[in-house]
Structure formats: C-alpha cells, structure tokens
C-alpha cells in the first residue's frame, strides 16, 4: 500500500523559532511532491512544489530526499500566522495525502 | 482571482436521502476531484475527472457517484445517504499538466442523521 506518513504534532514552537518537519513517503516510484497548508475549518492551500534541487520561498524552504525517500518543510523565522496544519502530498500514478502535521506557533 | 466554489457550506440531510453536492470553477481547468476529509483519516480522494463526461475513481466510490456534464461543474452524488457519510466534502480542481489539485472549494460539511 503506498503511503505518505507525518507526524501528526502538534509542533509547539515559540514565534521566531526556526520549525521543521519530514515526511516520508513508501512508493520509491513518486515523482512530485508538494506542501499545502491548511488553516483551521478552511480548504487546503498549496504552499509550494518540492523539487530534486530544493525549493526555496521566502521563509519556506522544501527538500527532498530521494535516498531515504522523505521530503522535509522548514520555515525560518516563524510567525504566529503560520500556525496550520501543513500536508504532505506525494504522487505516482495517484496523488496522496499525508494526514497532516500540525504548528502551533506561540508568542 | 481564481475561484472554486462549492454550492452549500452546510448541509444537513437524512438516512435514505439522494444529496447533491455541487462544484463550479471558473479558471478553464479539465481536471476536477472531490475529497471528503475526516478527523484522524486525512483527505481522501472520491472521485476525480479529467474531462468532461470522463470520470475515474478515487480511493473510496463505494456509494457516491459523480457528474461532468459541463467542463465548470462536477457534481457528486449521494445515491442513498448514510450516516457513515456524514464528513466534510472538499472539491478542486487543477490543470491537465499538473495533476494535483490547485485550489480547493471552502468544503461543505454534510451531516446525515
């Protein structure tokens, strides 16, 4: 069964804080992943695509590794608007969705 | 600005009932999905269509079916409303070259009691 696996959280992390978290993905044959964030009771949103090289944007930045077959989300300088919940989606020949880690960032 | 509109925020229905819930786009995009995402079990994915009249199925069918008639609408349907459906219902849609979905509808919550 391919999977992609998050840890669920919640990531406690005090505003400023640099925050990262992985996900890990089963199917060695998936060929694009992205980030998407999701705020409480509202729709996904993608956040950015995950490329071979890495992705940078602003404060977000999105690896992948191929080798141990995870990509990983890092937000420098966090701010108290990035509190959501962040998935993971990996896909093959079908798109699948992590359940989703979720940030709490404090003041 | 682009805009994936679902027909009801709420929606309440009873056991047996035919429930139809409806999704417009307006950005020309051929592929449309519907997702329904619960507590613990993620998005998971119904449905999806990649043209008009064409339709695939996702990773759970079983007591949905969907609709394409128009390249803006994708309806999905309810054949007998169970309480086991009771979930909250997210469309979206994307362009043909980048499968996954681009922008989602705010999601309609639909209780069956």
């Known amino acids: 069964r391919k999977e992609v696996e998050q840890d669920p959280g919640p990531f406690n992390v005090p505003e400023g804080a640099t925050v990262a978290f992985n996900c890990t993905y089963s199917?060695?044959?998936?060929?694009?992943f992205f980030w998407y964030r999701q705020d409480c009771r509202k729709e996904p949103k993608l956040l950015m695509s995950?490329?071979?090289s890495g992705n940078e944007d602003g404060r977000f930045t999105a690896q992948l590794n191929r080798a141990s077959q995870y990509i990983s989300l890092l937000i420098r300088d966090s701010k108290l608007s990035d509190s959501a919940t962040y998935l993971c989606?990996?896909?093959?020949?079908?798109?699948?969705f992590g359940k989703g880690t979720r940030l709490h960032i404090l003041p | 600005d682009v805009k994936v509109t679902q027909s009801s925020r709420y929606l309440v229905k009873r056991t047996g009932e035919k429930v139809f819930l409806e999704c417009v786009q307006d950005?020309?995009?051929?592929?449309m999905f519907w997702y329904r995402q619960d507590p613990g079990l993620g998005l998971r994915l119904i449905y999806f269509?990649?043209?008009?009249?064409?339709?695939e199925k996702g990773d759970i069918p079983e007591g949905y079916s969907v609709s394409r008639e128009k390249k803006e609408r994708f309806s999905l349907i309810l054949e007998s409303a169970s309480t086991n459906q009771t979930s909250m219902y997210l469309c979206?849609?994307?362009?043909?070259?980048?499968?996954?979905?681009?922008?989602f509808g705010d999601g309609t919550r639909l209780s069956i009691l």
């Open positions: 979206a849609s994307s362009y043909r070259q980048g499968y996954q979905p681009q922008h």
């Open positions: 199917n060695s044959a998936s060929q694009s």
């Open positions: 995950v490329y071979s």
């Open positions: 989606v990996g896909e093959d020949d079908k798109i699948i």
């Open positions: 950005m020309d995009h051929e592929n």
């Open positions: 269509s990649y043209d008009v009249k064409m339709k």
